[in-house]
Each structure stands twice: as structure tokens, then as C-alpha cells.
């Protein structure tokens, strides 16, 4: 598959999905979906039903999500629980959005600004190989407060971004911690090993930072309980939006005067996390909790 195949195939996958999400019950149609991309600026060809149950099937083979027609009428998004914000799947077509939008728009240049891309991403595909055949990684890592770099061989276990940074958790040979982040800026080498590992039973990479914010995880010093904030409307629409993690929930109560809105949250409540509740000053106030 060529690049500017590649391209299109995910232009319109990207589209289909759009349409999909919004469109209310039963879904839409063929020939809904035939006259809303005719409409599209730039679109290519004419949309067929052999069309659509192709891209149908690259949809579900690339991020999980299943496209089905219930009444052979109505196509529908059957599976809505894969675009969860946390999920694979939601990261994997949000990244791909933003591939297919910067590389239409690239001739503006400096017009659009992303976020930092994250730093260490040169090493991915070898990590990448790492845990797809468990095997060991040989690192070069250099600590911000100490002044030589050390090696270390790792068993890797997940790939986590974090604020602009990538981190991999490992176990690291003759090491104490059952595992341990390791951040992608501050590897100076990697090389993937022949040596294959036995995954520790004793780490559950589907649970294991599920409680956490971000990827400080310290449930000695900040046992997970439940907390509660109230914030100004203005702040409820950013949480909203964007949640500061899968736990957030609104209470259908108002507090006080200003009818401040209450979020409930799950969480291990480590600096980090409480750092960016700080930031909004007076707007946010964390309430007793548990």
C-alpha cells in the first residue's frame, strides 16, 4: 500500500467514523452517506456499497470498531465503548487524524503549530519489537541528578506518553522494584536483546497505572481514595471536554450561591494530580474526601 493510498484510505475512514458519532438513531444510510460526501471539498470517486463494506473492514482490522447494519438499512457504530477517551482505539484514530490533517494542510507551514511531539519516539520501534516478543531491552540511561549514565538490562512491559514524554515500564534485572518508569529522554542507546523474558505475574499492565494520573503511581505515600472538587462553570466546560482522568464524575448537585459544579474522582491523589487542580487558583476547591 502506497503512501497516498494510505492517505485517502484514512481520509475517508476518519470521515465515516465523524458521521457515524454524530448521527442520531436508527444511523444513516447509503444514499445519506452518498450526498454528505459528494459535499465533501476534494473528495475522490463515488460512494459505492462495495465502498463502504471495504472500508467497513479496514475499520474494524485498523482500530476495532465495528460498523453494522442492524435493519440492512441504517449503518450504525455498534461498539461506541472503543472511542472511549482512555481506550487504544481512541488513540490510535486521534493520532491518525492528525496525520491526515497536517499532511493535507502541510503547505501552511507555520500557520499551524502542534504540540511538542514527544520526546524519544526514535526508540519506539525497537521497544515496540521488545514486547511484541518479550524480549530484553540493553539500555543506556542517564538520571537528571546523577552524572554518568548507568546500563541495565530491562524486561519491558508497556508504553505509556505522559506530557509531551514517553515512558516505559520495565522490571530492570537485579533490580528491587517489581517495576519501574523509565523515560524515553533520558535513554542515550537501546538495543533489543535474543534473551526472551517470563512476563511477573505480579504486574497487571491493564490496571497497574488505572488509579494513577499520569504515571506517578506511589499508593504507599497516596493511598487511592475518593476526592471531590467544586469549580466555576467555566472550569466545569475544560473538565468536561477533557476529563483529568476515566474516574471524573458531575454531581447532579450545585453548591452554594455561585451553583459551583462538583467532580468526583477515584485517584491516587499525588502531586501531580493535585499540582493541576493548583493551577486554576480560587476556581477549583478540592473538598474533603475519604
Known amino acids: 500500500m502506497n503512501t497516498r493510498y494510505s ?12 458521521q457515524l458519532q454524530i448521527a442520531p438513531a436508527p444511523g444513516l444510510t447509503l444514499d445519506e452517506l452518498k450526498r454528505k460526501w459528494a459535499e465533501v471539498p476534494g473528495h475522490k470517486g463515488n460512494l459505492s456499497r462495495d465502498m463502504l463494506t471495504d472500508h467497513r473492514k479496514g475499520i474494524k482490522e485498523t482500530f476495532g470498531i465495528r460498523i453494522v447494519s442492524p435493519d440492512r438499512r441504517h ?11 482512555d481506550t487504544f482505539s481512541n488513540h490510535l484514530l486521534k493520532s491518525i487524524q492528525d496525520y491526515v490533517f497536517l499532511h493535507e494542510y502541510k503547505d501552511l507551514g507555520e500557520h499551524i503549530q502542534p504540540e511538542q511531539i514527544e520526546t524519544g519516539s526514535r526508540y519506539l520501534q525497537s521497544i ?12 543506556t540511561y542517564q538520571k537528571f541528578t546523577d552524572e554518568e549514565p548507568y546500563e541495565a538490562i530491562v524486561h519491558p ?6 506530557k509531551g514524554r514517553w515512558y516505559i515500564l520495565a522490571h530492570k534485572e537485579g533490580g528491587e522494584k517489581v517495576a519501574q518508569c523509565f523515560a524515553l529522554d533520558r ?18 499492565i491493564k ?4 488509579d494513577c494520573f499520569g504515571i506517578w503511581r506511589d499508593y504507599e505515600r497516596y493511598p487511592v481514595r475518593n476526592i471531590a472538587i467544586s469549580c466555576t462553570e467555566q472550569v466545569a466546560h475544560y473538565l468536561r471536554t477533557l476529563p483529568l482522568h476515566h474516574s471524573q464524575k458531575e454531581s447532579p448537585f450545585r453548591e452554594g450561591e455561585e451553583a459551583r459544579i462538583i467532580f468526583e474522582y477515584h485517584i491516587s491523589p499525588s502531586p501531580d494530580f493535585l499540582g493541576e487542580l493548583k493551577k486554576w487558583g480560587d476556581e477549583v476547591i478540592i473538598k474533603d474526601n475519604d
Open 187 to 204: 535513554v542515550l542507546d537501546i538495543s533489543v536483546l535474543s534473551d526472551t523474558f517470563v512476563p511477573n505475574s505480579e504486574i497487571d
Open 128 to 139: 515496540g519489537q521488545a514486547l511484541r516478543d518479550k524480549r530484553k531491552l540493553r539500555i
Open 157 to 162: 512491559y508497556l508504553l505509556k506518553a505522559d
Open 207 to 210: 490496571t497497574y497505572f488505572q
Open 75 to 85: 449503518y450504525c457504530i455498534m461498539n461506541h465503548e472503543a472511542l472511549r477517551l
Open 7 to 18: 492517505f485517502s484510505q484514512f481520509k475517508f475512514d476518519i470521515w465515516l467514523l465523524q
